[in-house]
């Protein structure tokens, strides 16, 4: 249902955000995105990547990956062979766990390696966990790790893709750049090797040699077309040892969920206890303060009553001002936490409520099949309160909208108006922390706020029936 609301009094909410920025592939460079201060090359990037950094840097990666690979390969053959024949005693299990050890220290090289000159930052992955002191209990936890075994995996992997990488690209790099320069060095064959040029077929009949202008050109072009498609062929390459260092030296998909799960439950211990703090400060600042004077004006009236009825009947009439006025807190109060109007009636009810309160008219559509789970409503209503507060605080809106519906497996919400926008969550605002509730139950804030308007904030919460 869509429905109205026109100016109210107040309602709740701080800061919005969102800019993005664009990434140059060959030189990393950053392109803010305005006209005045664009980054722009003279030559596309098919054309400058023979010599683009990342170029050199790629290369060099390529060609010292065979001698790491070398060493890599060697020994974890050795020891885990040794290991293995000496399994029959006591001495295989230490050798296999120091052939897990050093397989481990390799992987933190080859991350920093690949960081350094792929720019692929993969943390490392989890520590081991040894509950007791004691070299047994440190050789049980790196061969129950499953870190230390992937990191093996890698050693063995990475030399059959090294050796192939490296043979593509000492090869494919000198043939280019010496068939481009030909036009260059070519007078080297008729005064010191006494042949016309470059031989490219022979016999004992026949031989075909490249010496004329026509051939010369011909033979330049072919240089040009692998001098410019063997950076590319390269960086194809890399992306598959970029693809082998995330998979095998970083954390496991598991221990990437555990992480993402502990900082998630850091951030909803936080809210609380700043919920709390919250509640606790209003109420002691606001009803708890309003009711200890009453209790006193309650008091004197008791006192005057025997001496001076009229003047303790009007200290009573301004206890019950006072009485109302304490309620009313309460009721905000409690209507900021978890309305009663949502427990009983849920989200359009409670955030019609909400949008008959902001300074600005509010278009409200609800379209849900059913009730989601009381937490995500909650957190739905919490994210809609803050987010008109905030159109009634920065925007300078003369409208604004909430939409609310359900996507598949998706509480979907959207709050928009038509304000000066420029809003930013990355500054520290209010939006930053109204995104880290939401990240807590695996929920998404996107914002669109350009300078000058409009704004339009998207939420994504899971549906949990």
Request: aromatic content about 8%; glycine content about 10%; overall charge neutral.
């Amino acid at each position: 249902m869509a429905t109205e609301y026109g100016h109210g009094g107040h309602g709740p909410g701080r800061g919005r955000g969102g800019h993005e920025q664009g990434y140059d592939d060959w030189d990393s460079g950053w392109s803010t995105g305005s006209s005045g201060s664009d980054r722009r090359h003279r030559l596309p990037a098919a054309l400058r990547a023979p010599i683009a950094a990342r170029t050199w840097r790629e290369l060099g990666y390529v060609l010292l990956s065979l001698p790491i690979s070398v060493v890599l390969f060697t020994w974890t053959v050795t020891m885990v062979s040794l290991g293995a024949g000496l399994l029959v005693t006591f001495l295989g299990v230490p050798v296999l766990a120091a052939a897990l050890a050093g397989c481990r220290g390799f992987g933190a090289l080859e991350r920093a390696r690949a960081r350094a000159l792929l720019d692929v930052d993969v943390r490392g992955p989890e520590p081991l966990r040894v509950r007791k002191p004691g070299a047994l209990a440190w050789m049980g936890a790196v061969l129950k790790s499953g870190a230390s075994w992937r990191n093996l995996l890698y050693t063995l992997v990475q030399f059959p893709w090294a050796l192939f990488s490296f043979i593509v690209a000492a090869t494919l790099y000198p043939l280019g750049w010496s068939l481009l320069t030909y036009p260059l060095w070519f007078w080297v064959f008729p005064m010191y090797a006494g042949q016309a040029g470059l031989q490219l077929y022979g016999d004992d009949h026949h031989r075909i040699y490249l010496d004329n202008p026509f051939e010369i050109t011909v033979t330049m072009l072919v240089g040009l077309g692998f001098t410019l498609a063997t950076p590319w062929l390269v960086r194809a390459l890399t992306t598959v040892d970029g693809l082998l260092v995330r998979g095998l030296l970083g954390p496991s998909l598991l221990s990437e969920r555990v992480v993402e799960l502990e900082s998630d439950r850091g951030v909803v211990v936080d809210t609380a206890a700043a919920d709390l703090r919250r509640i606790e400060r209003d109420l002691h600042d606001g009803a708890q303060a309003r009711l200890v004077g009453l209790a006193m004006d309650l008091g004197l009236a008791k006192e005057k009553l025997r001496e001076d009825p009229q003047a303790a009947a009007r200290m009573v009439e301004e206890a019950h001002g006072e009485v109302k006025t304490a309620l009313q807190e309460l009721r905000d109060l409690a209507r900021g936490i978890h309305p009663a109007v949502l427990t009983d009636r849920g989200l359009d009810a409670a955030l019609s409520s909400v949008a008959s309160r902001c300074t600005v008219p509010v278009r409200v559509e609800v379209d849900l099949p059913s009730r989601p789970a009381p937490a995500i409503e909650g957190i739905a209503y919490f994210t809609v309160c803050e987010l008109l507060q905030n159109i009634s605080k920065h925007s300078r809106a003369r409208s604004a909208s909430v939409d609310v519906w359900r996507s598949e497996n998706r509480l979907m919400l959207q709050v928009s108006d038509d304000g000066v926008g420029g809003a930013d969550a990355a500054a520290g605002s209010g939006l930053a922390g109204l995104r880290d509730r939401l990240d807590a139950v695996d929920g998404v804030l996107l914002v669109d706020s350009p300078a000058g308007g409009p704004t339009r904030v998207i939420a994504e919460l899971p549906w949990r029936g």
